[in-house]
Nanobody
């Protein structure tokens, strides 16, 4: 069983930055794809970013391209989401997730169903 714990959320003004972290424990391995999703109040959970097992490939939702950066440190079993130039519409609960394969083709990265384990989420609030 894998446990994922997110941290780093908080309240920030528009234009500011935050870095989210997600640390895995339990039956961990570095050969997994990791993703970040977010869910705003009253809306469905949506894909934000994903990274393959060795960090060689990254994927972003159009809404965050150029502002967010996903990275990972396999020695620490941790994946990061650096969020810059934050906007009020980025306000949401952010979830990290782990998928069972080291990489995927096509747009499988964007699908909830691709991921097996989920963290509890961390709140990000961006004030205008």
């Amino acid at each position: 069983q894998v446990q994922l714990v997110e941290s780093g959320g908080g309240l920030v003004q528009a234009g500011g930055s935050l870095r989210l972290s997600c640390t895995a424990s339990g039956s961990t391995s570095s050969t997994y794809t990791m993703g970040w999703f977010r869910q705003a109040p009253g809306k469905e959970r949506v894909f934000v970013a994903a990274i393959n097992w060795n960090g060689g490939s990254t994927y972003y939702a159009d809404s965050v391209k150029g502002r967010f950066t996903i990275s990972r440190d396999n020695a620490k079993n941790t994946v990061y989401l650096q969020m810059n130039m934050l906007k009020p519409e980025d306000t949401a609960v952010y979830y990290c997730a782990q998928a069972p394969l080291p990489f995927y083709s096509g747009r499988y990265y964007e699908r909830d169903s691709t991921y097996t384990y989920w963290g509890q989420g961390t709140q990000v609030t961006v004030s205008s």
